[in-house]
């Protein structure tokens, strides 16, 4: 799997836009990037995923570069539920074992009143 | 409705003991998988598996053992338990054609 690098942490005021980015600059062709989070003590919780496309749903939307060597996820209206840890993956688009998720150490992002 | 469950939420038990904990899927997934997470908040693959493989990650001691039943459960079977199993394991599960996966809530486990 592609290695990815991310901020340790970061800061947002509740109701800005909180904006995670993350490099992954040796993704492969055949590679998605995803993104999930984790709120203390619960289970990681899937959020979005993109080839090479911008992509959006109810939760966030994903900003992939022209060149797919980084990402961004960007939550619009950050609020207090939304501090957590914030994984980027890159893995093939497939369920299987070759699809296994590898995480690394992620963002803490820490959404401030 | 719960779409990934396990039970039990907490199980402490002491070393050398045998356990088992328990995952079921309610959203027609055909693969599911079982993580740990250690002290240091490490998540890690421990197996995948589907009705056609199993993937054991070469670092998952032989004590653990996948069970399926069926497609929407995968239990886990722990057998001489040491303190290092001591962990948060969770469950998720996903469909074998793609798209994100699904995670339980998790089981703490205290081996003691």
Redesign the interface.
């Known amino acids: 799997d592609a290695k990815t690098t991310q901020p340790p942490s970061m800061d947002c005021a509740e109701g800005r836009a909180a904006n995670l980015p993350c490099n992954h600059s040796t993704i492969s062709g055949n590679e998605y990037v995803y993104w999930y989070r984790q709120i203390h003590s619960q289970g990681p919780q899937y959020i979005i995923h993109g080839l090479k496309n911008n992509e959006t749903n109810e939760m966030a939307s994903l900003i992939i570069t022209e060149d797919r060597k980084s990402s961004t996820l960007i939550l619009p209206h950050a609020t207090l539920r939304d501090t957590a840890v914030y994984y980027c993956i890159v893995r093939v688009n497939y369920g299987g074992s070759q699809g296994n998720l590898i995480f690394g150490k992620g963002t803490k992002l820490s959404v401030k009143p | 409705d719960t779409a990934?469950s396990q039970t039990p939420k907490y199980l402490v038990t002491q070393m050398g003991n045998d356990k088992s904990i328990k995952c079921e899927q309610n959203l027609g997934?055909?693969?599911m998988?079982w993580?740990k997470q250690d002290s240091k908040?490490?998540?890690?693959?421990m197996f995948?598996y589907?009705n056609?493989?199993l993937?054991i990650n070469e670092t998952v001691p032989n004590r653990f053992s996948p069970k399926s039943p069926d497609k929407a459960h995968l239990n886990l079977h722990i057998n001489s338990l040491e303190l290092g199993d001591s962990a948060v394991y969770?469950c998720?599960s996903?469909?074998?054609?793609?798209?994100?996966?699904?995670?339980?809530?998790?089981t703490r486990l205290t081996v003691t």
Not at chain 2, 41 to 45: D, N, T
Not at chain 2, 94 to 106: M, N
């Open positions: 990934v997934h055909d693969t998988y993580y908040k490490f998540l890690k693959i995948s589907n056609k493989e993937i969770f998720a996903s469909q074998t054609s793609g798209g994100g996966q699904y995670f339980g809530p998790g």
